[in-house]
Structures are given as C-alpha cells and as structure tokens.
C-alpha cells in the first residue's frame, strides 16, 4: 500500500451513536464507531455508572482502563429509573442513528424503554442490543461473563492442556471477538439496511453465539469426528511442538508457529536440524520433540531468538510484555499506541482500533461523568429552564 492509495478515513462522520454500555464490550464496539467517524455519547445511571470509572490502577479521578476504552466519547448521565429519565431518553433518541445497549433481556422494557418503544419513538434507530445469551431462549436472562460464554460455546472444550481444566484466557476472548466485534458489523449492517428502506431495527448480539465462531476451526472437525478429541492434543491447541511456547535462557519466551513444511524447514535449517516433517503430525513423538525444542529455546535469549527470527523466515516471534508494546518497533511504525491527554494532564496510552487512525487524527480523553449532559440536552432541543427542572431536587440528570 503506498501513500497514494485510498484509504478509509472516518466512513462514519455524521452518524450519531448513543451508547448505553458499561464494562468491556460495549464500550469497545462504540470505540470501534468513534475510530470510523461516529459521534458517540455515553449515557450512564447516577451511581454506580460504567463501573471501570472507579477500577485501578487510577489516574485523578478515572481508572486507566476506562480511559482507554472511552476515548472520544462524550459523557451524560441520565437516571432511567426515573420517570423523566425514561421520557428523556425517548425523546433524545430522536437525534440519533444507533443505540447501544448490555442490560439483560427485560431491564429496558421493564423502564418503560425497551426496544419497541424506542423505534416507535424513532423509526429509523438501528438498536443493537449486546447480551450474554441472546435475547430470547431459556437463557436469555442468565448472568454471565467472558469465561462463562466461552465455556457454553464450547471454546473452553476444545482449549487445552491435556491434563488439567481448560486454561483461562489473558484475553476477554467473548466480550471483544464474541461480543464488540460483532456488534460493530451488526451496526454498519443495520445502516446499510436502513439506508435501502429507511427503517430502522433490533440487532441481536449474542456474546455466547459470537464466540462459537471463534473456535471455529477446532469444533468444526470435532463436532465430526467419531470420537471427541482431547483438548490440548490437537494442532492449534497445543499438541504441536512446532506450534508452542518456549523459555528464553533469560526468562524471556517466544511463540513458533511453524506449521507448514516451508516454516519448519526454515526453522531446522537454521539451528542445524535435520528436518523431520513427522513434527507437523500429531502423536506421541511430540512429547520428545517439545522436550527437545524446551532445551533448544533455553540456549538463547529472547534477543537472539528474535535476532535469529529475523534472519530466517519461520513464524517465530516474542512474547511482549505490556510495557513493552508501545515501544515495539513495528507497533510503533504502525502508530497503534499514542498518549491521549486527561484534564489533570496526565497521559493514558491509548491503542488505535484496526480501523482507525491513530495520533493521526484528534483525540479526546474520557470524560469525566455528566460532564456533557447540558450540551447534550441543548442539542436536543431541550430549553434551559426544561434543563435545569431535569436537574433539580431529585434529578433525573446529573450534569459534570
């Protein structure tokens, strides 16, 4: 790709999107909106509100994941259980094109707010709606968090090791690829929808669905085989050695990923190997092999091994810590972390998503709650003296 080529850039401006989400997987769809363009404003309940508000590690009066996630996004707060917060939200969906929602099936209806009652109030909204199970089935309003949905999607089942329960994932593999991830294409889906009828409609994300595609390529041949396979046996799941992780002499480790011949040739070449294309077939020679790869691994360091990388083309790369990802060289090239400044000025490393730009354009940092709820009513038309009844004694709004 050269400079010249056409790149997308901010497809979304001019789409309004209220989002109504606390946690991880709302809020990352509608950061994913924000990155293509979108207005987006957070609307949150007086107390406790998005609930990583107050999450170490803190930074003046926000929680660092917090900031991260809610970037760009301007900041209300409206009680919905209260009368007037209700008729509020029904009247401020008029002027926008997408609502956000993760309460679970019933709560909005129970306000007085659920999904019918907000395209009646507009039409054309496009709702999309991020639950655990799914709005419907027996389910439907079960409790539930990442490791839960991945465990009813058989994610869990097919995850290794061999001899114990099914790891834990660092990753919120549900929340972001199950749940955000689908959201975001359920959104631009529903647009494209309306722009060809002009009505507007319920997306249904199911977290616990999404992520049955994430183990996609494992459950599709264990769901045919004529026995079940054991977890951590299997190609991508750990019963590989040419597919592991590996120690560094210096604590470090490395990820090789060298599954076709070509990768393994390369690899076995390069440590003087004569190459056994047996390795790229599971069975029980993969025990001695993985013993044999441990003990190769801990000659080197992870510089050396990432020196080694470099030289020969092998799928073999280093596992980063944290810290370390800013200051990646190719992260940085790419421009994927950029410090975005707080009101206390203080500066959260902020991570572009996959479809935005990065320092390349203007950012804002999360906003403290209600911070916006006074220009947010403005532009819906609401009078001060209709503003400041909404924010008396009582309130069904809080301002910042």
Known sequence: MTSATPRLHRPLAGVRVLDLTR???????????????????????????????????????????????????????????????????????????????????????????????LLAAHPGLVV????????????????GHDLNYLARAGVLGVTGPEDAPP????AQMADVAGGAQWAVAAVLAGLLQRARTGVGCVADVAMCEGSVALAAFA??????????????????????????????????????????????????????WEPDF??????????????????????????????????????????????????DPHHAARGVFFPVIGDDGSAATCFRTPLGEGAAVTHTAARPAGADTVAVLREAGLSDADIDALLGAGAAVQRG
Not at 25 to 42: E, N, R, Y
Not at 129 to 141: E, H, K, M, V, W
Not at 167 to 170: L, N, Q
Not at 244 to 266: M, Q
């Open 167 to 170: 790891a834990v994932s660092g």
């Open 278 to 327: 047996d390795a790229l077939m599971p069975g029980a020679h993969q025990s001695a092999l993985r013993a044999k790869l441990t003990a190769l691994f801990a000659t080197r360091t992870r510089a050396e091994w990432e020196a080694f990388a470099a030289a020969h083309d092998c799928c073999l790369e280093p596992v980063l810590a944290p810290h370390e990802l800013p200051g």
């Open 23 to 117: 946690l991880l997987p709302g809020p990352m769809a509608s950061l994913a909106l924000a990155d293509l363009g979108a207005t987006v404003d957070k609307l949150e309940d007086p107390s406790p509100g998005d609930y990583l508000r107050n999450m170490p590690p803190i930074a003046g009066e926000l929680g660092r994941t917090y900031q991260v996630l809610n970037r760009d996004k301007r900041s209300l707060v409206v009680d919905l259980k209260h009368p007037d917060g209700a008729a509020l939200l029904l009247r401020l969906v008029r002027g926008y094109d997408v609502l956000l929602e993760g309460f679970r099936p019933g709560v909005l209806d129970r306000l007085g707010v659920g999904h019918a009652a």
């Open 219 to 272: 459950l599709s041949g264990a769901m045919h085989a004529d026995t079940a396979p054991t977890p951590g046996t299997g190609a991508l799941d750990g019963g590989l050695a040419v597919y592991n992780t590996y120690r560094t002499r210096d604590g470090g480790a490395v990820a090789l990923g060298a599954l076709e011949p070509k990768f393994w040739l390369a690899f076995s070449a390069g440590v003087g």
């Open 128 to 143: 999309c709606a991020i639950s655990g199970y799914g709005q419907d089935g027996p389910l439907a309003r079960r409790a």
